[in-house]
């Protein structure tokens, strides 16, 4: 059905026809179906619409269609703008969620107890609940990294999940977590903030767990194994944040001895993903500040990071002469190449950052660099 163009509820054609000249307007239960012919480009049309809809409570988007919902034919140069009402939020419970959570405890309790706390878990399965200092860190800056994203995401008005834990039963126990962006970002502010909350978030909950994991005494299963001679063993180098925790807590002399509590790695766990978060390409956390930052010369650096990454792998491979984390940088190469292509988040709005934000972002990628060594993991012989 039609609409009038009177409405107070919705713009009316009039108000879009210097950029989008509207034939028909439709509803489709909420959501405002305008179709018509675009008279300027697609970033141009959402840019100069995006505050009309906005401040009614509508996100937009321009889309293709051969054909409404009821079969009506359109033409190959008519374009439908579609305003859907804004959401901030599901309503009810995240089962999804909340299921993946209780996974992603029972996984890295299973990795603390038998990885790090020599529990035989099979034999004695509520035996991992000795873990729980574990899995409460790792659970707790994972979790705070992405809700830092959450929490921006609110502030601004854009769509987002709570976070999807991923169970995973290695070292770790987990493969980290996830928030799904389902609305449209408005301008590189809310872009900018998003991106640097998440890594900055997690690294105050690194520092915290790291600083806490470092007073405490390691294990005596740890300290044994240390001891024992023969095999090979899997060491986590330390980055130079966690050698500078280390000092200021006056704990240095512990972590050069080799053998930390476990709450200690999942600190290093916390950097580790910092690392990778801010790589500056794609719908990463460092793609997202780079774009904010940058604008559209972001994609200049991030056709750089794939060939980065692929030549640290090969430093290590040939020059160091070793396979130390090799498939880790080749991996994370081939995935960035796949990040560059598919291209950052783009805002409606694209005005430049203030200084204060301009510098924020500077200061987020130095702390991402503390949290940056070249070989990670590596494998050596007792």
Known sequence: MGGSEESVERPAPRDLSAVFDVSEVRTDGDTLLYVGRPQVDRESLERRVWPLFSQRGYEISLE???????????????FV????????GSTGVPWRNALLFVA?????????????YRVPVFEDPLGSLVAWPFTLAIMGVLGIHELGH???SRYHDVDASLPYFIPLPTYI????????????????KALFDIGAAGPLAGLVATVVVTAIGLQLEPLAVQTAASAGEGGARIVFNNPPLLEIIAHLTGTAARLDSGTVHPVVFAGWVGMFVTVLNLLPVGQLDGGHILRALLGKRQATVAAAVPGALFALAAYLLFVRDGFDSVGIWAMWGIFATVLAVAGPAT???????GRGRLALGILTFVLGALCFWPIPVEVVMT
């Open 347 to 353: 805002p409606i709005r694209d005005e430049p950052l």
């Open 150 to 152: 959450w929490v921006l």
């Open 104 to 116: 992603t405890v029972l996984s890295t309790l299973f990795a603390g107890a038998y990885f790090w």
């Open 64 to 78: 293709r269609r051969t054909s409404l919902a009821d079969g009506l034919p359109l033409g190959p140069d008519e």
């Open 173 to 188: 126990g987990t493969m980290g977590a996830v928030i799904r962006m389902r609305g449209r970002i408005p301008d590189r």
């Open 81 to 88: 703008l579609v305003a859907r009402p804004q959401s901030t």
